[in-house]
Nanobody, 121 residues
Framework: QVQLVESGGGLVQAGGSLRLSCATSARTFSNYEMGWYRQPPGKDREERELVASIMGRGGGTGYAESVKGRFTVNLDTAKNALYLQMNNLTPENTAIYYC???????????WGRGTQVVVSS
């Protein structure tokens, strides 16, 4: 079972930056993908939106259109950690941010408990 623990959320003014971290216990999967999802205020779990993703092998990344050029996702396999650098934040980025792990070949999916990001105007 994979465990994920997010950190780094907080309150920041518009235009500011935050760096989210996700510590993972996943070590032995050969093919996996990790991502950051957000759940805006008032939205349900089923309405979580993909923010950024990265492949465990090869490091290919993907971003939501709204964050391209402002957010950067990276994976440190030596530290078993996923990061999300968020720059030029806007109030629309306010949400709970969740880390997700998926290993398709073994059907393993895991979510962290989330970290709250609040951007004030």
């Amino acid at each position: 079972q994979v465990q994920l623990v997010e950190s780094g959320g907080g309150l920041v003014q518009a235009g500011g930056s935050l760096r989210l971290s996700c510590a993972t216990s996943a070590r032995t999967f050969s093919n996996y993908e990790m991502g950051w999802y957000r759940q805006p205020p008032g939205k349900d779990r089923e309405e979580r939106e993909l923010v950024a993703s990265i492949m465990g092998r090869g490091g290919g990344t993907g971003y939501a259109e709204s964050v391209k050029g402002r957010f950067t996702v990276n994976l440190d396999t030596a530290k078993n950690a996923l990061y999300l650098q968020m720059n030029n934040l806007t109030p629309e980025n306010t949400a709970i941010y969740y880390c997700r792990f998926e290993a398709p070949t073994t059907q393993v999916v895991a979510w962290g408990r989330g970290t709250q990001v609040v951007v004030s105007s």
